[in-house]
T-cell receptor, first 112, second 115 residues
């Protein structure tokens, strides 16, 4: 799986959009970008994933650059409950075996 | 609740003792994963089952660790002769294979402290 690079920490004001970047310059054509988050003392939670088109769901939006070498997770209106560690993971969609490879993630602190 | 369930949530054991953790995945999920997470780090993959077959094991899974999923439903992770370095959060996840939507659902984890 391609390696990802994320900033170790970010702050965001409550009610504002949180934009979390991820670099994956070695991504292959069949690799998806997945985002998970982990709130303190809980298991990771799936947020969203995409291949090359931008994606949106009830939790977030995922913007993938045209060359697919980077992406941004957008939480449109961050709340205090969005304070968590956010993991960007790149992997082949379904090889039938491959587990997720987590890095250190970005610790997002939403400030009141 | 139909999420992934792990038991116990917390376990304190003395060095050298054996411990066993249980994971109940989401009922229709055929894939089950075990991960280990130490403080300040992301989860690290340990092992993976598809139905009852253990298809992949990480190099992190020493011979003191064994995992089973006897009927393709719940799974157990046993650690024999625990060491202080085994202290960590042990996470279980499950997923259902269907084209690219293989997002994994995680349990709350079992926090192991070896004293």
């Amino acid at each position: 799986d391609a390696k990802t690079t994320q900033p170790p920490s970010m702050d965001c004001a409550e009610g504002r959009a949180a934009n979390l970047p991820c670099n994956h310059s070695t991504i292959s054509g069949n690799e998806y970008v997945y985002w998970y988050r982990q709130i303190h003392s809980q298991g990771p939670q799936y947020i969203i994933h995409g291949l090359k088109n931008n994606e949106t769901n009830e939790m977030a939006s995922l913007i993938i650059t045209e060359d697919r070498k980077s992406s941004t997770l957008i939480l449109p209106h961050a709340t205090l409950r969005d304070t968590a560690v956010y993991y960007c993971i790149v992997r082949v969609g379904d090889t039938g075996r491959r587990a997720l490879t987590f890095g250190s993630g970005t610790r997002l602190q939403v400030q009141p | 609740d139909t999420g992934v369930s792990q038991d116990p949530r917390h376990k304190i054991t003395k060095r050298g003792q054996n411990v066993t953790f249980r994971c109940d995945p989401i009922s229709e999920h055929n894939r089950l994963y075990w991960y280990r997470q130490t403080l300040g780090q992301g989860p690290e993959f340990l092992t993976y089952f598809q139905n009852e077959a253990q298809l992949e094991k990480s190099r992190l899974l020493s011979d003191r660790f064994s995992a089973e999923r006897p009927k393709g439903s719940f799974s157990t992770l046993e650690i024999q002769r625990t060491e202080q370095g085994d202290s960590a959060m042990y996470l279980c996840a499950s997923s259902l294979a269907r084209d690219s939507r293989t997002e994994a659902f995680f349990g709350q984890g079992t926090r192991l402290t070896v004293v």
